[in-house]
């Protein structure tokens, strides 16, 4: 996740997301993916179909675009885009020169939609019962599908189970834990949790909203409401309250000298036995060569759920493509088959939204089943323009606190700050 335009910071600060921790060869397709067009488009538009995605991504994506073009008597190209890859789309949307298809986060569609980039996706009902139901109420933005969901991914707590063989009831446990193993001088740091110069929201969040806090209120629907902005609430008050407790003047376990640079590489390397993060963190902790466990981020005692946001990586179909009814057929035809979701896992471990093959790849990796069950309280991350303006200023009241500020004035400056922003 960041493959968000969250401005220079919030980008910076969630980069992670777009950051693959490898994995196998992508399968080649020796026939027609079961649920491919059983007939070859009629309208070939300009007679390529232009796909744009991360590096990881294009590795998986190639032997399947290829056997498209061939199946289709159209030129498939699959370009790799690496960075700041929302801002690239829109700017090339713009400008005429953008792909037919591009590959992304679900969170980008409210900013997307707003700029006229994409069109909805046309699943049918069939399709649609095919995908985990939190995949597809991700993609829905305003009543209608503009995503075909591929991949969900949410962080969750990953154990050292060889320092901390017992999985902790609540965050006190886990903090007692760390504590008592640095003590021991058996790691380094008490959790592995990327904070930063600058915070780090995303991780944040579930022990944020453990402890009460929240971003949003909600609309009739349960959706986040953008006129109800709760940072500076009383409730966000004491969860940002309970971020200083674990902070540097607290308890140490949050501290602004792990970053996402060096969060996984920690825990691969023994110094802490506690990591949250997610499927992208696996490749690394493999090659730990210790024994782990992945479970749900725990609350505190008798705190509220420790709900972790959920993000779906979808394929969009961009409204000024010069291939739109291509670039259709491919989305919901093509790629929405156990065959790719299998490949892209292979190239990119994160659990497919595609309820067969998420079931194909557990029967092998029992760690995808462990995510999706630790993501079941999370909640889709908001696909509102709005979030836009929330990253930063969270993330700057969170390193506030952490290093030992008030939380009460953390918290209303970063409600200041939003307000301020929405209003412009």
């Known amino acids: 996740m960041r493959m968000r335009a969250l401005g220079v910071a919030a980008a910076a600060t969630l980069a992670f997301a777009a950051a693959g921790c490898g994995g196998s060869e992508p399968a080649t397709p020796s026939a027609a993916p079961s649920g491919s067009a059983s007939a070859p488009a009629a309208d070939k538009g300009s007679g390529k179909l232009v796909i744009w995605a991360d590096p990881n991504r294009v590795k998986a994506l190639k032997p399947f675009a290829e056997q498209f073009g061939t199946e289709n008597g159209v030129t498939v190209e699959v370009k790799e885009i690496s960075k700041d890859n929302q801002a690239t789309f829109l700017t090339a949307s713009q400008q005429g020169s953008g792909p037919d298809v591009m590959i ?23 399709q649609k019962a ?96 953008p006129k109800k902005v ?58 730990g060569g210790f024994s782990y466990d992945v479970t749900p981020v725990p609350s505190f005692k008798d705190g509220k759920p420790a709900t972790p946001f959920v993000g779906v990586q979808s394929f969009f179909v961009a409204s000024k493509g010069k291939s739109k009814t291509l670039a259709q057929e491919f989305v919901t035809n093509y790629v929405t ?52 303006a929330v990253w930063e200023p969270f993330g700057i009241a969170e390193e506030a606190v952490v290093k030992g500020g008030d939380p009460a004035k953390a918290a209303q400056a970063a409600q200041k700050a939003i307000d301020s922003s929405l209003k412009n």
């Open 130 to 225: 095919g995908f985990s139901e939190i995949a597809i109420k991700a993609v829905t933005f305003n009543g209608q599908v503009y995503g075909a969901p591929y991949a969900v991914e949410n962080i969750a707590l990953i154990r050292n189970t060889e320092l901390a063989p017992d999985a902790p009831a609540t965050l006190e446990d886990l903090v007692k834990k760390g504590k008592e193993l640095k003590a021991a001088g058996k790691v380094k740091e008490v959790l592995c949790l990327p904070v930063g110069q600058k915070g780090d929201a995303f991780h944040v969040y579930p022990i944020f909203a453990a402890g009460g806090g929240s971003l949003f209120g909600a609309t009739a629907t349960g959706d986040p409401d």
């Open 337 to 388: 088959n156990a065959d790719v979701a299998k490949a892209l896992y292979a190239a990119d471990p994160r659990p497919p939204a595609l309820t067969v093959a998420l079931d194909a790849v557990k029967a092998t990796d029992a760690d995808a089943g462990k995510f999706m069950d630790a993501g079941k309280s999370g909640f889709p991350m908001p696909a509102i323009p709005e979030m836009q």
């Open 104 to 126: 992304g986060a679900h969170d980008w569609i409210g900013n997307l939609v707003q700029n006229g980039a994409i069109d909805p996706v046309n699943l049918t009902d069939e």
């Open 230 to 287: 709760l940072l500076g609430s009383d409730e966000s008050v004491k969860a940002f309250g309970k971020l200083k407790d674990l902070g540097e003047k607290g308890d140490g376990a949050l501290k602004t000298s792990i970053t996402n640079e060096n969060y996984i590489a920690n825990f691969a390397g023994g110094k802490c036995a506690f990591l949250i993060s997610g499927p992208w963190a696996m490749g690394d902790v493999k090659k």
